[in-house]
């Protein structure tokens, strides 16, 4: 069997969709497994060795560029490479227009099936003209969870219950040597950084939580110029914190897959940490806990809610729990 899966963005969106791969291959032994992602998004998606071939979408840049011979160029190469398969399934995972259209051009054997959402989830930007490219379209309850939507999608498909914990195909850290940017002894991460300033955590419960956890180091990443500015700002109030350089995606994960600890706000690389089986905990303020917590190990923590971000003392108790039960 053939299976193209179009999941194409975000950060956070792609990594919970992998664990469709393992459950396919449990139910399909022998299937070969193709992924429609973003192109900043194919080094996370290349990590699980279970995908046979990437296909690069461009979209954000070509956007940019629509009259350009050369961005004209690359739509026709993607779409010549999307076509030199036929498959046996297509799921789209996503629900928007733009993966809609890409599903529409995949090509199907005969007999074969487009498979897609019927329905968002609650707060999601779920189009429904998606379903237009759908041979068959799987209605789940507005509130399932992110990891397991295309699970549970690919089950009605195929006619298999999900009833396992999510394998998300990534390396355990012990696979990939440390690189030298970071620190040899063990290291708390705070992924502090979010593009809504409503997810964001105070600083006075950073600046608590990072003291509580000295002499360990504190690893202060980011990703724009103000995020830059609020990890200076926090370095200067933790002797035991440092700013870290900015950072490719895949060194991000590194660093996500490395800590001893991750505290985060509800964001992809916090998501990622939970995703390595890392000592986690989440910090939800601004969106609902149940859309993406990670609830697949005794190793991660969700803490708040919606409106209700939990305090420093909640957080601090939390990480010295995990750290004691390595």
């Known amino acids: 069997m053939k299976i193209l899966l179009v999941r194409v963005s975000s950060l956070g969106d792609v990594l919970h969709n992998l664990p469709m791969v393992a459950d396919l291959l449990r139910h399909q032994p022998g299937a070969t497994i193709d992924w429609v992602v973003e192109e900043g998004y194919v080094s996370l998606v290349r990590l699980n060795p279970h995908v046979r071939k990437i296909i690069p979408f461009a979209l954000r840049r070509w956007r940019k560029g629509l009259r350009t011979p050369a ?22 995972t996503q629900g928007l227009l733009k993966t809609g259209i890409v ?10 099936r487009k498979v ?5 989830s609650e707060g999601s930007g779920y189009e429904g003209i998606s379903r237009l490219f759908h041979t068959e379209s799987i209605a789940l309850d507005p509130r399932t969870h992110a990891v397991a939507r295309g699970r549970m999608v690919a089950g009605a498909a195929l006619g298999y219950a999900v009833d396992t914990p999510p394998d998300f195909g990534l390396p355990p850290p ?35 939580t990072g003291r509580a956890l000295a002499p360990m180091p504190v690893l202060l990443p980011w990703g724009s110029d103000a995020e830059k ?8 109030r933790l002797p035991n914190a440092r700013v870290l350089p900015k950072l490719s995606m895949m060194d991000a ?19 990622i940490a939970a995703a390595f089986y890392r000592p986690t905990v989440e910090i939800y303020a601004d969106s609902p806990k149940w859309k993406t917590e990670g609830n697949w190990s005794p190793r991660i923590v969700n803490l708040g809610d919606k409106g209700a971000p939990p305090s420093s003392g909640e957080v601090i108790a939390a990480a010295r729990g995990l750290l004691d039960a390595r």
């Open 103 to 112: 599903m529409g051009a995949a090509r199907i054997r005969r007999g074969g």
């Open 174 to 208: 012990a696979a990939v040597p440390r690189p030298d940017w970071l620190p040899r002894e063990d290291y708390a991460v705070f992924f502090h950084g979010t593009a809504r300033d409503a997810k964001k955590w105070a600083p006075d419960n950073w600046i608590a």
């Open 253 to 271: 994960v590194t660093l996500a897959q490395q800590a001893a600890l991750a505290i985060g706000v509800d964001t992809g690389l916090t998501h």
């Open 229 to 236: 500015r609020d990890a200076d700002a926090l370095a200067a």
């Open 116 to 120: 897609g959402l019927a329905n968002g």
């Open 71 to 92: 961005v004209r160029a690359e739509i026709r190469a993607f779409f010549r490479s999307l076509r030199e398969e036929e498959y046996d399934l297509v799921f789209d």
